[in-house]
């Protein structure tokens, strides 16, 4: 998991301003992901993406945005309609659809006051 | 959709002490269970998975067991050190081949 990166590691905003975060793979890996990780509430889906130029909704997406242009990266874009955006946002990667084994970045911890 | 319930939700064993984490899921149709470990502030790893076709994988010290019927997979470890401290997540497989995640349990391992 050493090439999946995520910048920065700690992020402050103020209310109101989007935001976006990145995360950047270098394993030639089909499949990125976007958690959301509270205390207490383990890791839960924002978006997930299977292939270059597509991606899906998961369980959280509302507030967020997404893009896939490139095989290596997948950006998330923490819009001022997230209602409750500070929390600690993990991407992962897999090799390809149908593997399931998941591999994770670093974190950005996103603070909004 | 899927549902996975992790219990317990934080277990403090003495150092050598085994433990035992255990999940369960609602959806018959997953088909890979991993296990991943997050120490403080770090992201988290897999420690060890199990597919469906299997009913008990070990690596050295950490096993995870698998009972389909009943829908439940667990995760042991023996020997138990402080460094195996941490926050323990288990997952399964949902049908868009995403992996639904149980809400943690924390470890303590006391010298």
């Known amino acids: 998991d050493g090439g999946i990166t995520q910048s920065p590691k700690y992020l402050f905003r103020k209310e109101g301003q989007n935001v976006t975060l990145s995360c950047e793979q270098n394993l030639n890996h089909d499949a990125m992901y976007w958690y959301r990780q509270d205390p207490g509430q383990g890791l839960r889906l924002i978006y997930y993406?299977?292939?270059?130029?597509?991606?899906q909704k998961g369980d959280i997406a509302e507030g967020y945005s997404v893009s896939r242009e490139k095989k290596e990266s997948f950006p998330l874009t923490v819009t001022s309609a997230q209602k409750n955006p500070t929390a600690f946002y993990l991407c992962a990667s897999s090799p390809r659809r149908g593997t399931y084994e998941q591999y994770f970045g670093p974190g950005t911890r996103l603070t909004v006051t | 959709g899927e549902n996975v319930e992790q219990h317990p939700s934080t277990l403090s064993v003495q150092e050598g002490d085994s433990a035992v984490i255990k999940c369960t899921y609602s959806d018959s149709a997953s088909n890979y269970f991993p296990w991943y470990k997050q120490e403080l502030g770090k992201r988290p790893q897999l420690i060890i998975d199990i597919r469906s076709n299997v009913g008990e994988k070990k690596d050295q010290r950490i096993a995870v067991t698998l009972n389909k019927t009943a829908k439940h997979f667990s995760l042991h470890i023996t020997e138990t050190q402080p460094e195996d401290s941490a926050v323990y997540f288990c997952?399964?497989?949902?049908?868009?081949?995403?992996?639904?995640f149980g809400k943690g349990t924390m470890l303590l391992v006391s010298p």
């Open positions: 993406s299977q292939i270059v130029n597509d991606f």
């Open positions: 997952a399964a497989t949902r049908g868009d081949s995403t992996l639904t």
